[in-house]
Each structure stands twice: as structure tokens, then as C-alpha cells.
């Protein structure tokens, strides 16, 4: 684990899967995202030698506020989410449940799933923000998740998981969406916001020259996935879809990766239905027809 200075008060802290950006203030850090858990939190915590005043989330996945807890506790700080996902924070077994539509079993009620739930969040607004005399502006970039939520400091835009790498992409075969629609609509807006650097937690940093490229490879990805489903559909429901897949694309599964496949492909089945070119009807399940 390293930290890397980016500007005279911007961060970047390299912890393996992905990364934590953070802004030094007159009396102590504003964190970006907290990573997996506590252990990692106490690495962070080492490293940065200062208090920690304030958390701002990109979005409520586990891997991104595991470390909550313990910088909550040690520091008393206030973690800042996107509204729509408040509850996510306070209560983390909704995040699990959320992905199987109901209330989770206990097998993906694990860690990377459901970090431990942190209840002094409060809502976050889109616009310029200025904690401690530090301007962020904020930028809804829903589409991994319900609300997730970029931050630009200083010319360098830090979008979580708004943004994708090759190498990603071709590790697991399909991302993981909660809508996939808004998704691309996102991918859009990154490109139209005026920055120099663009840093994603899966995982690179990249300048504004090398962006398009990028976007591009995650749009065709969309596109792919889009049109998969599309041929495969009809006459399927949701989870036979999402098993026609991991046969297609040869997929090593466990309970976690089920969950996080079967929800993103009903997020591309509301795309779908969304451009009329699939609907619902029940047969034994709820199941779909091309129109």
C-alpha cells in the first residue's frame, strides 16, 4: 500500500484491488471511498498519520466502505452518500438483498457483499461542496449503483466505478450494472466533463486524451451484452438467461458472482423493455418474448 501525491493536497492511495483518493485540510483528510475493511482501514490509517474529518463515497458497494467502521470510530467523521443510497450505509445487509431480490442468505452476506453498516451518514447533493473551505464538485454517475457519485478535485476527476479497464472486462466477462442504461448515459457525461485526469478504482488513471478510447471499450461492452441478451431471451426468465451466460461465456461461479450476474441482467432486460424491443409475460416465472 502507497500513497501518491497528485497535487499540493489531492492523494492517491494504491491498496490492491482499488483505490482510496483523499484532500489534506488545514487540520486533518477528507477520504474518498475507505476500501474493503477494517484492515485495510488501519493501513490507510497508518500511512496518512492524521485525522480523518470526513468520508465521501462514490457508492455503498462493500469494497468501497469496508473501512467506514473504523475510521468512524476512531475519528467520530461524517460519511457523505448519494440519497438514494443512505440506507445501503446504515444497513448493509440491504446491499446483498438488493441482488437476490429479498431478503439474503447467509452465504452472500459475506464481506464483499455487506460491510459493516455505519449509521453517521447523511445525504450528499450534486454541485460544488465546500467542506472545510475545500471545493469538490459532484456528479451523479449512476448506473453501477443507484447513485454513484464522482468527485472532481483540482482538474482530476475520480469516478469509483463509473469506469472499467480492459483488463476488467475481460477477467469476469460481464460487469456488474444495476442499470445498465444509466450506465452509458454516465460514460457520456464523463466525457463531457472538463477535467485532465480521470481516475477509476478498477483500476487505473488515466488523461483526458486517453479517456475516449476507454469509454469506448466499456461501451462496447454494453453493446455486447445488450445484444446477448436480446438473441438470448425469448421464452426465458431472468435466471435462465443469467445461466445461458455462464455457460456462453464460461464463467467459474460461486454464490456471490451468481447474485451480482442474475441482478445485472435484469437491469439490461429493463433496457431492453425500455427501447420496446422485449416484454414480460408469466409462464411458470416471469418470462420474456421479443415484440
Known sequence: M????????????????????GVNTEDGVILFDTSLDGSNAKKIDK??????KAIFHTHSHADHMGGDFFFVNKYDCQVYIDKRELSFVA?????PSLLYGGAAYIEITGKFLSANSVEKVEKLEKGVHFLNKNDITVFDLS??????????????????????SPAIIEKYKILYLFNPFAYYQSLNKIMEIECENVIFCHKGMIDKEELKSLIDV????????YNTLYELCDGLTAEEIS???????????????????NSTVKGYLYWLEKDEKIKPYYDKGIRWKRV
Request: with cysteine; proline share 2%.
Open 47 to 52: 500511512i496518512l498519520q492524521k485525522d480523518v
Open 91 to 95: 444497513d448493509t445487509f440491504l446491499e
Open 143 to 164: 448506473g453501477h449503483s443507484p447513485g454513484l457519485t464522482g468527485y472532481l478535485v483540482d482538474e482530476y476527476l475520480f469516478v469509483g466505478d463509473a469506469l472499467f
Open 2 to 21: 502507497k500513497i501518491t501525491d497528485l497535487t499540493d493536497r489531492f492523494f492517491l492511495i494504491d491498496h490492491g484491488p482499488t483505490y482510496t483518493c
Open 243 to 261: 445461466d445461458r451466460l455462464f455457460e456462453k461465456f464460461d464463467i467459474k461461479l460461486n454464490m456471490d458472482l451468481i447474485n451480482l450476474i
Open 218 to 225: 466499456n461501451i462496447n461492452h454494453l453493446d455486447k451484452m
